[in-house]
């Protein structure tokens, strides 16, 4: 594999990785949520279950014989578990973690490759072959979170370099100098193509 073929690829393993990384930590977040969800109304069910039904109860602002939000908390324990049923955000938390492992696992292999005659090469591995398997038996990013997820890979990028140039310094300060540092090309740019275009 030819050096800039090598480079285009590990950058894309590289930003996939971070990619996939945040959709599985978004999802098993949103999945424990609902989890709990399911938890907490169930508690709250039996609490109401095990209390004499004939009660006035006010919970939250709501005045109602305790046997009445007994149905309720049962019914909203029924709806977050068919939401969890639905949306499936555990199995697609489990995709892009199972995406990450092999991303990672093809950036080792990738690293490992040295430079010979304007190549890459790895002793007895096809790189070319190793990247097209992993690609194509991953889970795709969806279009419309791409460009956003590459964006936030930008940012994690730049924030180690400056870690690395800071050591020390607060984590919210290097985020204001990265950021900072994006406005100020981003004018640059807009100024260089009013001077292309005028």
Excluded at 8 to 30: C, N, P, Q, V
Excluded at 43 to 62: E, H, K, T
Aim: net charge positive.
């Amino acid at each position: 594999m030819d050096v800039d073929d090598y480079d285009k690829r590990f950058g894309r393993i590289d930003w996939m990785l971070t990619a996939h990384s945040i959709l599985r930590d978004g999802f098993g977040r949103r999945s424990q949520g609902l989890t709990l969800a399911v938890i907490a109304l169930s508690v709250i069910g039996l609490a109401f279950a095990l209390a004499n039904g004939d009660q006035q109860v006010s919970l939250l602002g709501l005045n109602s014989k305790l046997q009445v939000l007994l149905a309720l908390f049962s019914g909203l324990t029924f709806f977050v578990g068919l939401v969890d049923l639905v949306v499936d955000w555990r199995r697609r938390a489990w995709m892009h973690e199972d995406a990450a492992r092999r991303l990672r696992e093809l950036k080792a292999t990738f690293v490992r490759a040295e430079e010979e005659d304007g190549q890459r090469v790895l002793a007895g591995i096809d790189l070319a072959a190793e990247y097209d398997s992993t690609m194509g038996g991953i889970v795709s990013i969806p279009d419309r979170r791409a460009a956003a997820l590459k964006a936030r890979h930008a940012r994690k990028v730049e924030l180690f370099k400056r870690v690395d140039r800071h050591p020390g310094a607060p984590r919210w300060c290097l985020r204001l100098l990265v950021l900072g540092a994006s406005l100020k090309s981003c004018r640059q740019e807009q100024e260089q193509d009013r001077e292309r275009g005028g």
